[in-house]
């Protein structure tokens, strides 16, 4: 793919964020801006995924040698371990963060449920720690 290609690409995707906030931002206060923010999305993204997929299947195809098929398959591996630790820590931060501040509003009501609510509070940090053992028995397959 040429360097005028990906400066396209992402030129389009950061233009099919850019610009439906900015409408939103700065359209009329009414109810309708969201659809119109939404649709301008939709419209800028689709296009930018059908410019994408007529850019990589409209040149030739090569069969491609074992080793960047392993080094590809490695670099996957790699970016699934990433994700699995990456999500389940962003999600168990959501969690933390409502489940904790909720139990403290809680204890300061009641102190005799300070055992109940750590156990959801600890509940909620069990799924970063999921994500991490995800993540390493993907790294003990590589």
């Given at each position: 793919m040429s360097l005028l290609l990906k400066v396209v690409i992402i030129a389009a995707l950061l233009l099919s964020i850019i610009i439906p906030f900015g409408a939103f931002l700065l359209g009329e206060k009414n109810k309708g801006r969201f659809k119109k923010s939404l649709g301008v999305n939709v419209f800028f993204f689709f296009g930018t995924?059908?410019?994408?997929?007529?850019?990589m299947f409209g040149g030739q195809a090569y069969a491609a040698d074992g080793a960047a098929a392993a080094s590809t398959a490695s670099g996957l591996g790699y970016l699934a371990a990433a994700l699995a630790t990456g999500l389940s820590c962003i999600g168990a931060g959501i969690a933390v963060a409502s489940s904790a501040s909720a139990a403290l509003g809680a204890i300061s009501e009641d102190s005799s449920i300070l055992g109940k609510s750590l156990i959801f509070v600890a509940l909620a940090e069990g799924v970063a720690l999921y994500g991490l053992i995800v993540s390493i028995m993907i790294l003990g397959k590589l």
């Open positions: 995924i059908i410019c994408v997929s007529i850019a």
